[in-house]
């Protein structure tokens, strides 16, 4: 009896990084399939519901369409009865992920020290457990107090604080706001780690970056590292691909709702699930949750001087625009596109990585209560969804060697949209002459016109 206590807890103990039982993903593959014809896809659809099987992209069966990326993560008991089952109907497959949990105890942090020095010695560069994200928001407040507060947003399901960060230049006058938030769904721990690079970012260089100082003397920066801080734990500390955050439901038999489909935006009309046990569960109602209604609240009374809403996600190299429950575009589409293209263009420069631009129900999937769609309903022109990498090879499981280009690029994408929308609303903010500085300047012309004549 004793011994077999032994092994058990000696079993325990050998699972990395944690003392508790965390969901294993041993020998869990990621396919990746194109079906070719409408047959295939009714068989994949069928694959996906019997052997209920964890899609990835897109995020229901439904959306699975010919010519279009497939994304399933199949655990390891049924990888042979899955490849057996494509090469029946001959539906050619590619193996993205041999070994899903190599992938994850990669992406894991190789120490955790208990107390860091924050920010000087915080590591941008691999991802970071909650409790260290609250110990840098707060250092980053105490470290840059003239620039930086910390505010409370709002309580989890769990009643866990939220906390965002408002960056803002001293100034008698009135600023307009750029909202961010990361972290809506658990897994996507890319997302995360780019807020906080963001801030670093801007901290770092507002004094000598022209582009940043100039938009911090008419925008206020409010950054939401992590909003699904209950999902965010348990995606460490018990199931490393949780999506959802953690609401109980049926008395407790299934746990979650999709934060993202729970805005009050054509909510449960499209690309949802009323299962509780789905991923893309929306919620008894709109605005549900208590993360929802913490966001949606405090955006609705800032609502008239936020210019911009970005949201940052995982994984597919998309930055999305409104809508995704209707194919109608919105009235500044044109707009909203222009700049996307924009930011694209920005992001490519850097690394070479090609986003694609566009609304989501036209080149992704339909769906309805998000975020984004929300925002802009309620009037905050520029709004977009980021999608960073990537496109599937490590998928939500991104490794670290990645954060930082990852990041890089997606810094150049959003400060030319955070620097278009300063321009259009700030259009004398380009040049921020002053009658004295426009004076020394004509003094200065003169002065070397005449020296080069």
């Known amino acids: 009896m004793w011994l077999f206590l032994g092994i058990i807890f000696s079993l325990v103990l050998l699972i990395p990084g944690n003392l508790s039982l965390k969901l294993q993903y041993n020998g869990d593959q990621v396919f990746h399939i194109v079906p070719e014809t409408f047959q295939q896809v009714q068989h994949l ?21 010919t010519g279009e990326d497939l994304h399933i993560r199949v655990p390891a008991p049924l990888v042979q ?17 041999p070994d899903l949990q190599k992938l994850v105890d990669q992406s894991m942090p190789k120490e955790r020290r208990r107390h860091r020095q924050v920010p000087e010695g915080y ?7 909650m409790e260290e994200i609250y110990q840098w928001m707060t250092q980053i407040q ?22 965002y960060l408002q960056i803002s230049q001293p100034s008698d006058k009135t600023k307009k706001i750029i909202w961010m938030d990361c972290g809506i769904h658990a897994r996507e721990w890319i997302s995360p780690a780019f807020c906080q690079w963001f801030v670093k970012e801007i901290l770092q260089n507002y004094k000598s970056d022209p582009k940043i100082s100039r938009f911090l003397q008419n925008l206020d920066l409010y950054v939401l590292p992590v909003l699904n801080i209950d999902g965010y734990i348990y995606s460490w500390e018990k199931d490393r691909l949780w999506r959802k955050n953690r609401s109980p439901h049926m008395n407790g038999t299934c746990y979650g709702t999709d934060l993202n489909r729970n805005f009050n935006s054509s909510w449960g009309t499209v690309g949802v699930s009323y299962n509780c046990s789905s991923e893309t569960f929306c919620g008894s109602g709109p605005e549900s949750e208590p993360e929802t209604r913490a966001v949606a609240q405090f955006i609705e009374r800032k609502k008239s001087d936020i210019l911009c809403y970005l949201t940052i996600h995982s994984y597919g190299q998309y930055i999305l625009t409104p809508y995704g429950s209707t194919t109608k575009p919105p009235s500044n589409s044109e707009e909203l596109m222009h700049v996307a293209e924009k930011a694209a263009a920005a992001l490519m420069g850097k690394h070479g990585t090609s986003y694609k631009v566009g609304s989501t129900s036209l080149i992704l999937y339909s769906n309805s209560g998000s975020s984004r769609d929300w925002a ?27 954060i930082q280009p990852t990041c890089e690029e997606t810094m150049l994408a959003v400060t030319t949209i955070i620097d278009y929308v300063d321009q259009k609303y700030f259009p004398g903010g380009a040049v921020m002459l002053t009658s004295g500085s426009l004076g020394l300047s004509l003094c200065l012309s003169i002065v070397l016109t005449w020296t080069v004549s």
């Open 376 to 402: 802009h309903m309620i009037g905050i022109p520029f709004s977009y969804t980021f999608e960073l990498r990537d496109n599937g090879t490590h998928g939500f499981v991104l490794p670290v060697d990645q």
């Open 45 to 65: 659809q069928h694959l996906c519901s019997t052997l209920l099987l964890d899609l990835w992209k897109p995020q229901l069966p439904e959306d699975i369409r």
């Open 123 to 129: 590591i941008y560069t691999q991802y970071h457990p």
């Open 142 to 163: 105490k470290n840059n107090s003239e620039l930086v507060t910390q505010h409370h947003l709002g309580k989890t399901i769990e009643n866990r604080e939220m906390y």
């Open 81 to 97: 009865e899955m490849k057996d089952s494509l090469d029946h109907h001959m539906i050619s497959y590619k193996v993205l992920i």
